[in-house]
Nanobody, 116 residues
């Protein structure tokens, strides 16, 4: 059974950094690319970063150059290092496979708040 547990969010000042973690069950992590999404209230979920099983990465233009996605196979964990945070990065962040939809399993997410 798929299980995704996101953590690492919190309150940070503009320009600050946070590192998010996503602990994934082995069945999803080992064979699939993984991604980080974010969703603001009333808005569509946005895929901001993806990483393949081979380590290739892609980023949305809104986070390119500021966010870095990585994965640790031994720990079945995906990370999102977020630097130079802006107030508009304030949303709930989730991890999942790229292409995951509303009817797929989603974890509880982790709230990131960027505010002075």
């Amino acid at each position: 059974q798929v299980q995704l547990v996101e953590s690492g969010g919190g309150l940070v000042q503009p320009g600050g950094s946070l590192r998010l973690s996503c602990a994934a069950s082995g069945s999803i992590f080992s064979i699939n690319a993984m991604g980080w999404y974010r969703q603001a209230p009333g808005k569509q979920r946005e895929l901001v970063a993806t990483i393949s099983t081979g380590g290739s990465t892609n980023y949305a233009d809104s986070v390119k150059g500021r966010f870095t996605i990585s994965r640790d196979g031994a720990k079945h964990t995906v990370y999102l290092q977020m630097n130079s945070l802006k107030p508009e990065d304030t949303v709930v962040y989730y991890c999942n496979e790229p292409g995951a939809g509303d009817h797929d399993y989603w974890g509880q997410g982790t709230q990131v708040t960027v505010s002075s």
